[in-house]
């Protein structure tokens, strides 16, 4: 895995190794993050990356949210309760040099609390056909977390309808996965 473009283009991430089949860590392939970055990129959605606060729930290894660092994003705060992908995820941001850009929340991502900073980009990325997408969406917006015209990019095994407070803007299929973008109302 390497970051695709920005300030960090071409730099090598943490190798994933086995990973975590508990915790279904299954890291965005650096073809998906392109074609996902291309399409934030091409100007439907302004430039979403440009001095963003991202909030990257199910982080695992961090790829979307350290590429949209790289991207020009102002910060991250990843999300993610498993402990493999935390080692991995600490690694990536040492690697990267970025800790002072980043936060590392160790919990689970369906029970945030409250939070008084805002995000304007969330990628969401739950474990496949579990239904956690939904409450880790909820617990997001109950705690504050999302704000007022957030964009939210949801990945999926299948295409996700927009949930209260949210309004769909489009799905795209990659392989087995479906990328289906939401703003916040």
């Known amino acids: 895995m390497r970051i695709i473009a920005g300030t960090w283009r071409g730099r090598r991430l943490a190798a994933v190794g086995k990973g975590d089949a508990g915790a279904h860590l299954r890291p965005t392939t650096d073809r998906v993050r392109e074609s996902l970055f ?8 302004g430039d979403p990356c440009d ?45 990267l040099d970025c800790t002072d850009q980043t936060k590392l929340i160790t919990r689970d991502a369906t029970k945030l609390g409250t939070v008084n900073k805002v995000a304007d980009l969330i990628f969401l990325d739950p474990p496949y056909g579990k239904n956690m997408g939904q409450k880790a969406l909820n617990a997001a917006q109950e705690g504050g977390w999302i704000a007022p015209q957030a964009l939210v990019i949801w990945e999926e095994n299948a295409e996700q309808s927009a949930p209260d407070g949210f309004t769909f803007i489009d799905s795209r299929k990659f392989g087995d996965s479906y990328m289906t973008f939401l703003r916040a109302d």
């Open 38 to 45: 291309n399409i934030l990129g091409g100007g439907r959605f």
């Open 51 to 95: 001095g963003a606060v991202v909030l990257d729930m199910f982080a695992g290894t961090g790829a979307l949210g350290l590429e949209a660092l790289s991207r020009g994003a102002a910060s991250c705060t990843f999300v993610e309760n498993g402990r493999v992908a935390q080692g991995i995820l600490r690694e990536n941001i040492k690697l």
